[in-house]
């Protein structure tokens, strides 16, 4: 094989296609031709042909022109692609992909969005099976509508409550209102994460016992032996 004519091969680069839509073309709702055509046009505007015809298209395809032509028309009309003008020394159009891959982020911020609910639901109805197995009982209608509280309105993180809710354990506090003091109280000091929860968890409780110590010194009276 002549070498310079592989060199001459290579040297026509290569098309870049995004992964995310070679996977999700299908659910964008394209047909295999119009990927295919949306490719072929991608490579065209790589080249710097920025309008090309159906037929120059259709050169690189088993298409005809006419089906070229209807395939883009459609594209157009489904809104993954775009006719624009360009005004420079001559006015020209060109054809634009950016319908195409605002649709594609569009689907995948959808997605993401429909994931992280799912997600979320997921460990609501976790916390309250966590809540229910820990007071031994179903709870009851004002519980369901403090939890629902405490993650609507006041905005607390499912995983938070849950620190919360092992720390009213620890301390022997198993209450729905110990549980709303502990997170008022979190909030207030910024904790946000598990481990914050926690250090701020061990102080307090380190320091609960210092005070209780510190209590039981000053009421209870010793007898000196000693004077006697």
């Known amino acids: 094989m002549d070498k310079g004519k592989m060199a001459e091969w ?6 870049a296609i995004p992964k995310l839509l070679l996977y999700h073309y299908k ?25 090309p015809t159906p037929v120059e298209m259709a050169e690189r395809m088993t298409l005809s022109p006419a089906q070229c032509m209807e395939t883009l028309r459609k594209l157009i009309q489904k809104g993954f692609l775009a006719i624009e003008e360009q005004v420079d020394e001559v006015r020209s ?13 569009y689907y995948l911020l959808i997605q993401s969005a429909n994931e992280g609910r799912a997600s979320r639901q997921e460990e609501e109805q976790s916390l309250y099976t966590m809540f229910e197995q820990e007071f031994g009982r179903p709870l009851s209608p004002f519980e369901c509508e403090t939890l629902t509280m405490w993650i609507d309105q006041d905005e607390h993180d499912p995983a938070i409550i849950k620190a919360a809710l092992r720390e009213a354990v620890l301390s022997g506090k198993l209450n729905f209102r110990y549980i709303d003091r502990i997170l008022f109280e979190w909030k207030k000091n910024g904790v946000q994460t598990i481990e914050q929860a926690k250090d701020y968890g061990k102080k307090f409780r380190k320091h609960q016992r210092s005070s209780t110590q510190e209590e039981f010194k000053q009421t209870v009276t010793f007898y000196n032996w000693l004077e006697s």
């Open 10 to 15: 290579l040297a026509q680069g290569s098309i």
């Open 27 to 51: 659910r964008l709702g394209l047909t295999e031709t119009e990927f295919m055509v949306l490719l072929h046009l991608h490579s065209f505007l790589e080249e710097g042909v920025s309008f």
């Open 93 to 105: 159009e060109t054809y634009s992909l950016k319908p195409l891959w605002e649709k594609l982020v």
